[in-house]
């Protein structure tokens, strides 16, 4: 079996729930009047649902190694909470369709600066012909889903 098999399906996976999370917490921030009150509920139902995997699989949460990563190792949160506030906002006005090839148009943007200068210790992976072409592609098929 191909190594990036496992690490592939659960990406799918993750991004079909992914589309399922927005209009669930749209109801959220209708219900609250406030996508940022959705996104607060969003993250304290995930944190506890970490929390329980982390306590079942003696995950180390006070590591000591965790005093050494670098100060903006610890907003991914942050990155997280705005894309939930905003997908909550988004999603009943433009849909799921719109909202995700969008968020994903943007996510192949940063990867691809990301990856072409090997920040954050990433390997570095120029930005080639074809790696651009795939992003076109992308913004084209965003467009396309805006249209329809």
Not at 89 to 110: C, E, K, M, S
Not at 119 to 133: D, E, K, M, N, S
């Given at each position: 079996?191909?190594?990036?098999?496992?690490?592939?399906?659960?990406?799918?996976?993750?991004?079909?729930?992914?589309?399922?999370?927005?209009p669930?917490?749209?109801?959220?921030?209708?219900?609250?009047?406030?996508?940022?009150?959705?996104?607060?509920?969003?993250?304290?139902?995930?944190?506890?649902?970490?929390?329980?995997?982390?306590?079942?699989?003696?995950?180390r949460?006070?590591?000591?190694?965790?005093?050494?990563?670098?100060?903006?190792?610890?907003?991914?949160?942050?990155?997280?909470?705005?894309?939930v506030?905003?997908?909550?906002?988004?999603?009943?006005?433009?849909?799921?369709?719109?909202?995700?090839?969008?968020?994903?148009?943007?996510?192949?943007?940063?990867?691809?600066?990301?990856?072409?200068?090997?920040?954050?210790?990433?390997?570095?992976?120029?930005?080639?012909?074809?790696?651009?072409?795939?992003?076109?592609?992308?913004?084209?098929?965003?467009?396309?889903?805006?249209?329809?």
């Open positions: 079996m191909d190594a990036a098999a496992i690490p592939l399906a659960l990406a799918l996976i993750a991004g079909a729930l992914m589309s399922v999370q927005a669930t917490n749209a109801l959220l921030g209708k219900a609250s009047g406030s996508p940022v009150v959705a996104a607060f509920i969003s993250f304290l139902v995930g944190s506890i649902a970490l929390g329980v995997v982390v306590a079942a699989t003696s995950g949460l006070l590591a000591p190694e965790l005093k050494q990563v670098p100060w903006y190792a610890w907003l991914g949160g942050f990155y997280g909470a705005f894309f506030a905003i997908a909550a906002f988004a999603a009943p006005r433009i849909g799921v369709g719109p909202l995700l090839t969008a968020a994903v148009a943007g996510q192949l943007a940063g990867a691809l600066v990301l990856d072409h200068f090997g920040l954050l210790g990433l390997a570095r992976q120029p930005i080639t012909f074809v790696r651009a072409g795939g992003f076109v592609l992308v913004l084209v098929g965003a467009m396309l889903v805006r249209r329809a």
